[in-house]
């Protein structure tokens, strides 16, 4: 789903480049935040109800333009378009796709913690897998 999104603006843009703009640039933004809230945390200075509110409305949008993106994606590929389907039935189908989603983030049993883990496994077992077969990647490089 990602590769999909990132492979439509990224024509010709060199590997490091985009690992650049991928990893590191956001990064710097988010470290930058969190060291703040560890540092109120760790200093016992309370946040204000507004600014307190305010985090949770940003995060709010965070995950609504996630789900929203990941809809579009879908939808593109299952061909449910605006000129498929009409302007209203398009934009009813969407949101309520996007309020199933919530719904079911509200009611899944899976915990957070257990999600991480399994992203850390699929890290490390892909990096076992190009350290193995590093020699055939490198070769099918080369020849593309």
Partial sequence: MIGQFVSRFVGGIRTWHL????????SIPIALWFSVLFGLYEQGIDVSTFVNNFMILVGVVFVINSLDSLTRLYSENLQLTV????????????????YGLILLYQFTPLQIEWVGLVVIGLYVAISILILLRRKLLLSLISTS
Wanted: proline fraction near 4%.
């Fill in 19 to 26: 690992l650049i703009a991928l990893l590191v640039i956001p």
């Fill in 83 to 98: 000129d498929r389907l009409g302007k209203l039935q398009y934009i009813a189908t969407h949101w309520s796709l996007l």
